[in-house]
């Protein structure tokens, strides 16, 4: 950030002007807060500026400075966005602040900054917007991929089997690519989390499939490279087990666990056959090969197979460098 003037006023509040419209007021507000007073406003008051947070995001400004308090954090960060008398322009700011506390240890006021990030949040949004383009028109190249695949084999039913099954993967790969797609919700999660992959990759099998995730593995974060990778994973196993396992009809149940080690995330994809009697192939087929290799290339490691009688179960480690994003 280029300064272009640096000044105080008769309290002693110092403000910063940068090129571009950018800049920052620091505030040094003392607590307790007045009865009934509107901690956001009070926060730019003590920093000698004009506007008011938008009434809707109070709730957060008020939440961060309590948990502040209730967890005697350091410095808090929370963005929110500002009005200004007669101008209907958004502008947004980050407020940054830590509490100064007595002696005791007892919060005697919030010390912190306003900073402006207009710039950079319309920034934001414009690069968010043409990533949704883009993964929407990605998914639209899949569907048309699909479609002229089933179009081009039609009449052939080796070719037709073969289409279908390409088109699943097809199918898998635009699921993981819609659910990577930024949200338009400016309060949704910025990232992709493993329970909302997971959840999503085995809604189609509700009926004859559970999901069991431990509670601090379902809100690791998933970077795109590892989700690509897990729904063409999944998408085989699923495909295998609707044709010759658990998920054929009547054949059985299937349970996916998805369990903390120290790391990383074991994955676990156990079939239970109502009639045991699954036996190894012979052969591997190109489904196999194909999730074997993604499995090496993605996460280090190909997946441990083990052909019980009952029916399979494949594990996959999935490193937790290779799993979350960087």
Same mark, same amino acid.
């Not at 912190?112 to 968010?128: C, K, Q, S, Y």
């Not at 991929?145 to 635009?174: C, K, M």
């Not at 819609?178 to 919700?185: F, G, K, Q, T, Y």
């Given at each position: 950030?280029?300064?272009?003037?640096?000044?105080?006023?008769?309290?002693?509040?110092?403000?910063?002007?940068?090129?571009?419209?950018?800049?920052?007021?620091?505030?040094?507000?003392?607590?307790?807060?007045?009865?009934?007073?509107?901690?956001?406003?009070?926060?730019?008051?003590?920093?000698?500026?004009?506007?008011?947070?938008?009434?809707?995001?109070?709730?957060?400004?008020?939440?961060?400075?309590?948990?502040?308090?209730?967890?005697?954090?350091?410095?808090?960060?929370?963005?929110?966005?500002?009005?200004?008398?007669?101008?209907?322009?958004?502008?947004?700011? !980050?407020?940054?602040?830590?509490?100064?506390? +007595?002696? %005791?240890?007892?919060?005697? &006021?919030? /010390? *912190? =900054?306003? $900073?402006?990030?207009?710039?950079?949040?319309?920034?934001?949004?414009?690069?968010?917007?043409?990533?949704?383009?883009?993964?929407?028109?990605?998914?639209?190249?899949?569907?048309?991929?699909?479609?002229?695949?089933?179009?081009?084999?039609?009449?052939?039913?080796?070719?037709?089997?073969?289409?279908?099954?390409?088109?699943?993967?097809?199918?898998?790969?635009?699921?993981?690519?819609?659910?990577?797609?930024?949200?338009?919700?400016?309060?949704?999660?910025?990232?992709?989390?493993?329970?909302?992959?997971?959840?999503?990759?085995?809604?189609?099998?509700?009926?004859?499939?559970? !999901?069991?995730?431990?509670?601090?593995?379902? +809100?690791? %974060?998933?970077?795109?490279? &590892?989700? /690509? *990778? =897990?729904? $063409?994973?999944?998408?085989?196993?699923?495909?295998?087990?609707?044709?010759?396992?658990?998920?054929?009809?009547?054949?059985?149940?299937?349970?996916?666990?998805?369990?903390?080690?120290?790391?990383?995330?074991?994955?676990?994809?156990?079939?239970?056959?109502?009639?045991?009697?699954?036996?190894?192939?012979?052969?591997?087929?190109?489904?196999?090969?194909?999730?074997?290799?993604?499995?090496?290339?993605?996460?280090?490691?190909?997946?441990?197979?083990?052909?019980?009688?009952?029916?399979?179960?494949?594990?996959?480690?999935?490193?937790?460098?290779?799993?979350?994003?960087?």
């Amino acid at each position: 950030m280029e300064i272009l003037a640096l000044s105080a006023n008769d309290d002693g509040v110092t403000t910063m002007a940068s090129r571009g419209g950018g800049g920052f007021a620091t505030f040094d507000l003392p607590l307790p807060l007045p009865a009934g007073a509107r901690l956001g406003a009070l926060l730019l008051a003590a920093a000698g500026h004009a506007g008011i947070p938008d009434p809707a995001d109070e709730p957060r400004i008020v939440a961060a400075l309590a948990a502040a308090i209730a967890q005697g954090c350091g410095w808090t960060e929370v963005e929110h966005r500002l009005r200004l008398a007669g101008n209907d322009t958004e502008q947004w700011l !980050l407020t940054r602040f830590v509490l100064r506390r +007595d002696g %005791a240890g007892r919060p005697v &006021a919030v /010390t *912190g =900054l306003h $900073l402006d990030i207009t710039a950079r949040h319309r920034d934001t949004l414009l690069a968010e917007l043409v990533s949704r383009e883009l993964a929407h028109r990605m998914r639209n190249v899949f569907a048309v991929v699909a479609s002229i695949l089933r179009l081009s084999l039609r009449g052939t039913p080796e070719a037709e089997l073969q289409a279908q099954e390409l088109g699943g993967r097809l199918a898998a790969l635009s699921l993981a690519y819609r659910l990577l797609e930024p949200s338009a919700d400016p309060d949704a999660p910025r990232e992709l989390r493993l329970g909302a992959l997971l959840g999503e990759l085995m809604a189609p099998f509700e009926g004859g499939a559970t !999901l069991h995730m431990d509670a601090d593995v379902a +809100d690791l %974060a998933v970077s795109e490279r &590892a989700a /690509t *990778g =897990l729904a $063409l994973i999944l998408h085989e196993l699923a495909s295998n087990a609707a044709k010759h396992g658990a998920l054929a009809p009547g054949r059985g149940r299937l349970r996916l666990e998805a369990l903390a080690r120290p790391g990383a995330v074991l994955l676990r994809w156990h079939e239970s056959l109502a009639v045991p009697g699954l036996r190894e192939p012979v052969a591997a087929g190109f489904g196999s090969m194909l999730f074997d290799r993604l499995s090496a290339d993605l996460f280090g490691a190909p997946m441990q197979r083990h052909w019980r009688p009952d029916g399979l179960q494949v594990e996959l480690l999935l490193p937790l460098e290779q799993l979350v994003p960087a």
